[in-house]
C-alpha cells in the first residue's frame, strides 16, 4: 500500500473537456506538492501547498490541499492535448522528511 | 549547468553486470536524491545527500545498490551483479534547501537488464 493514492491511474479525455484528479493519504502532510512529468524526461514542479484548505491556480489548473492536509485535489478546466503527461503528487510528512510519490494519474488529452 | 544531468541515458546491461550511474546536480545545491521508477509508477525513494553525508539510504532495495558523493557535487549509483527486477528508470534530483523546497530533476538513466 502506497503512502499517497493517486486516483483516476489513467485518464483520457477530448480537448475542452474538465478533469479532477486526487491525491489521497490516511497520514497528515506538511507540504504537498504536485509534479507533471512527460516521457523520456523527469517530474517538472508544478506547485508546492503547505496550508490546510489552501487553493492555488496556475492558468487552467486549480490545486486544492485538503482541511486535514491528507488529500489534494488538481482541477485542470478546457483540458488541452499540451496537458497530456504523468501528474504526480509528492508529500513531506514533516520537514524533516523525505519525498514521498504516488503512484501518479497519467492523463491524454486527444485534439 | 543550467540544469541537472545524468549519464548514460539509456544502458543496457547483461544479468550479473555491474553498473554505474552518474548525477552531476545544479552548481551550489546541497541535496541530492535519488529515485528509482518503475515502468508506469511514481518515482520511489533510494537515497538523500547532504553535501557529501549520505543521511537516509533506507530506499536502497538490497546491498548490490550503493551510492557516493564524495565531493558534495557529483554522485554516482553503482549496481552490483545486476538483476532483471533492477531494470527501471533511474532518477537524480537536487535542491538548494535541506529536505524542503522544488526538487530539480534530471531527465534520468534508463537501465534495461537482459
Known amino acids: 500500500t502506497q503512502l499517497l493514492e493517486q486516483s483516476p491511474q489513467f485518464l483520457s479525455i477530448q480537448e475542452g473537456e474538465n478533469l479532477t484528479v486526487y491525491c489521497n493519504s490516511s497520514s497528515v502532510f506538511s507540504s504537498l506538492q504536485w509534479y507533471r512529468q512527460e516521457p523520456g524526461e523527469g517530474p517538472v514542479l508544478l506547485v508546492t501547498v503547505v496550508t490546510g484548505g489552501e487553493v492555488k491556480k496556475l492558468k487552467r489548473l486549480t490545486f486544492q490541499f485538503g482541511d486535514a492536509r491528507k488529500d489534494s485535489s488538481l482541477h485542470i478546466t478546457a483540458a488541452q492535448p499540451g496537458d497530456t503527461g504523468l501528474y504526480l503528487c509528492?508529500?513531506?510528512?514533516?520537514?524533516?522528511?523525505?519525498?514521498?510519490f504516488g503512484g501518479g494519474t497519467r492523463l491524454m488529452v486527444k485534439p | 549547468g543550467a540544469g541537472v544531468s545524468q549519464s548514460p541515458r539509456y544502458k543496457v546491461a547483461k544479468r550479473g553486470q555491474d553498473v554505474a550511474l552518474r548525477c552531476d546536480p545544479i552548481s551550489g545545491h546541497v541535496s541530492l536524491f535519488w529515485y528509482q521508477q518503475a515502468l508506469g509508477q511514481g518515482p520511489e525513494f533510494l537515497t538523500y545527500?547532504?553535501?557529501?553525508?549520505?543521511?537516509?539510504k533506507s530506499g536502497l532495495p538490497s546491498d548490490r545498490f550503493f551510492a557516493e558523493r564524495p565531493e558534495g557535487s557529483v554522485s554516482t549509483l553503482k549496481i552490483q551483479r545486476t538483476q532483471q527486477e533492477d531494470s527501471a528508470v533511474y532518477l537524480c534530483?537536487?535542491?538548494?534547501?535541506?529536505?524542503?523546497?522544488?526538487?530539480?530533476f534530471g531527465e534520468g538513466s534508463r537501465l534495461t537488464v537482459l
Open positions: 509528492a508529500g513531506r510528512l514533516n520537514a524533516g522528511n523525505m519525498l514521498t
Open positions: 545527500f547532504q553535501n557529501e553525508a549520505q543521511l537516509d
Open positions: 534530483a537536487s535542491s538548494f534547501g535541506i529536505y524542503t523546497g522544488e526538487l530539480f
